[in-house]
C-alpha cells in the first residue's frame, strides 16, 4: 500500500493525529448512557404503550448456543499468540465492526473504552482489531493488533504530519522489525509479527530499549520460542464454545476475574471465556464458559455463581440471564441493554 494512499486515508480518518503512548492501568472506563423510554402521546385517544423488544432466545436451559466462527477464531487467536502466558489475560476489540456500527461507535470508541491510550493515537485510528494486556506486577502493557497497514508506512506519514518517529529505522529481532519510540518522554516500542499483524509495547517508566525488550517477549510467544496465553490448558477450546463477538475477554485463571471477587468460597476456577454480540432492539448478548478442573467443583460453584449474577442484575438491570453447567464448565447468557456493555463488560473481563 503507497504512503500517498495511507496518507490521505489519516486525512479522512485520523486529522487530529498526535502520536502519545502511555502505560493505561485501567483498560475499561465507565461509560454511562442515559436512556429513556419512548414518550407517549398526549393527544386525545387510546395511550399507545411501546411493545418490549422480544429477545430471540428460547429458555437457556435447553438453547442451543453456536460456536465460534472459524475465521473470526483464528484472527482472535491471532493476536493472543502475541500475550505471553505470564500475562494471564487480555481484552479483545474488533474496531472494524465498531466503526461500522452506528450504535457501537460511541459506546464502545477507543476512547469511551480507553483503550486510546494503549497504542499510539495514529495506529489507533488505523487497526482493524485489538487485543490489550496488562501486567500489574510489572506496569507493562502489550497491545497486539492487526491492521491493513505496514507498521513503517504508519511511522512514515506520521513523519509527513512533522513527528520525528523511529530514529534511524527499526532494528531486527529474529527476522521481524522493532521500532523504539520516545516523544516527550512518553515511551513505546512497535513490532510486525506477520503481514498486518504487529504489537505495541509500553510501561511505566520503562525505556526505549526497555519497551523494546518487552516487545521481543511478545514476539517470542508468538515464534513459540516462549509459551503464549493461548497456550494455557484448555484455553483455545473455551474460545471455541463461544459465539464469535466484537468483543472478547479471556483469562487463564481466576484470580483477577472482577465477578467473583468478595465470593464468600473459593470456587477454584481455572480458566474464563466471554464474547459478546448485538442483537436486535439494541441489546447486547455476553456468552461466558468458567472452567472448573472436574465437574464436581462446576457443581458447587453454580450456587455461588448464580448468586454472584443475581445480586449483579439487581444494580446491571440485565434483560435476560441464565446460568447452567455443561459437566466441568459453567455456562452463562446475559442480555443487557447495550448502552451498558461497558459496565457490564467490567464484570467479566480481567481486572487488569
Avoid at 48 to 61: G, R, S
Avoid at 112 to 135: F, H, M, Q, R
Avoid at 310 to 323: I, P, R, S, W
Wanted: contains cysteine; charged residues 15%; negative net charge.
Amino acid at each position: 500500500m503507497s504512503y500517498t494512499t495511507i496518507k490521505h486515508y489519516i486525512n479522512r480518518h485520523v486529522i487530529k493525529v498526535i502520536l502519545v503512548a502511555v502505560m493505561a492501568v485501567g483498560l475499561l472506563a465507565a461509560c454511562a448512557t442515559e436512556t429513556t423510554s419512548p414518550a407517549t402521546s398526549t393527544a386525545a385517544g387510546p395511550t399507545v404503550v411501546p411493545t418490549a423488544t422480544p429477545i430471540p432466545y428460547e429458555d437457556f436451559a435447553n438453547a442451543v448456543i453456536p460456536a465460534a466462527n472459524p475465521e473470526r477464531l483464528a484472527q482472535l487467536t491471532n493476536l493472543l499468540f502475541l500475550v505471553p502466558e505470564s500475562f494471564g489475560s487480555a481484552v479483545y476489540l474488533d474496531m472494524e465492526f465498531v466503526r461500522d456500527n452506528d450504535t457501537l461507535a460511541n459506546l464502545a470508541s477507543p476512547e469511551a473504552l480507553g483503550i486510546e491510550v494503549a497504542l499510539p493515537s495514529i495506529a489507533t485510528g488505523l487497526v482493524d482489531t485489538i487485543a490489550v494486556s496488562g501486567d500489574f506486577e510489572t506496569s507493562t502493557l502489550l497491545t497486539p493488533f492487526q491492521s491493513k497497514f505496514p507498521i513503517g508506512d504508519m511511522l512514515k506519514v506520521a513523519g509527513g504530519f512533522g513527528f520525528d518517529l523511529g530514529g534511524d529505522g527499526p532494528t531486527t529481532y529474529e527476522d521481524h522489525d522493532v521500532w523504539g519510540i520516545d516523544i516527550l518522554g512518553a515511551v513505546v516500542a512497535m513490532a510486525t509479527a506477520e503481514g498486518g499483524t504487529g504489537v505495541a509495547a509500553s510501561g511505566r517508566g520503562l525505556t526505549v530499549k526497555d519497551a523494546s525488550a518487552l516487545a521481543q517477549t511478545s514476539l517470542d510467544a508468538f515464534d513459540g520460542r516462549a509459551d503464549s496465553l493461548v497456550n494455557a490448558p484448555g484455553l483455545t477450546e473455551l474460545l471455541a464454545k463461544v459465539p464469535s463477538g466484537f468483543a472478547a475477554g479471556v483469562l487463564s485463571q481466576c484470580a483477577s476475574f472482577p465477578l467473583f471477587t468478595g465470593a464468600v468460597l473459593d470456587v477454584g476456577c481455572t480458566a474464563v471465556v466471554v464474547s459478546v454480540g448485538i442483537l436486535p432492539g439494541d441489546l447486547a448478548v455476553f456468552h461466558l464458559v468458567i472452567e472448573f478442573p472436574a465437574q464436581k467443583f462446576a457443581t458447587a460453584a453454580i450456587q455461588i455463581t448464580s448468586e454472584v449474577l443475581e445480586k449483579a442484575k439487581q444494580t446491571h438491570e440485565f434483560e435476560d440471564l441464565g446460568v447452567r453447567q455443561e459437566g466441568e464448565l459453567l455456562r452463562v447468557r446475559v442480555i443487557v441493554d447495550v448502552g451498558q456493555f461497558s459496565d457490564v463488560f467490567r464484570l467479566f473481563a480481567s481486572s487488569n
